[in-house]
């Protein structure tokens, strides 16, 4: 018989807020891993494209999120950002 391990499975999450909106809009996107709240419209679909592309590249590297040290999230990330 297997012992069933008490230690809760690795948890990780990105939040993304933005603080430039002014026209009134909520603008709310989440996904399994991740939340993104606020912004211009602009940057509210820049944000959400960074996540998607970032767990894009994370699926081809055979990754979770919560497998990745900070330092290669943040590459990850910073190549994900869309110009």
């Known amino acids: 018989m297997t012992k069933k391990s008490n230690k809760p499975s690795p948890q990780a999450g990105l939040l993304g807020i933005g603080l430039d909106n002014q026209d009134g809009h909520k603008r709310i996107t989440t996904g399994d891993k991740f939340a993104i709240v606020g912004g211009s419209e602009e ?36 190549q994900s950002t869309p110009r």
């Not at 679909?45 to 290669?72: D, P, S, W």
Request: hydrophobic letters at 35%; aromatic letters at 2%; proline letters at 0%.
């Open 43 to 78: 940057t509210h679909g820049r944000m959400t494209e960074t996540v998607i592309k970032t767990f894009e590249e994370l699926k081809g590297r055979g990754k979770q999120l919560h497998e990745v040290e900070a330092v290669e999230l943040t590459d990850i990330i910073k």
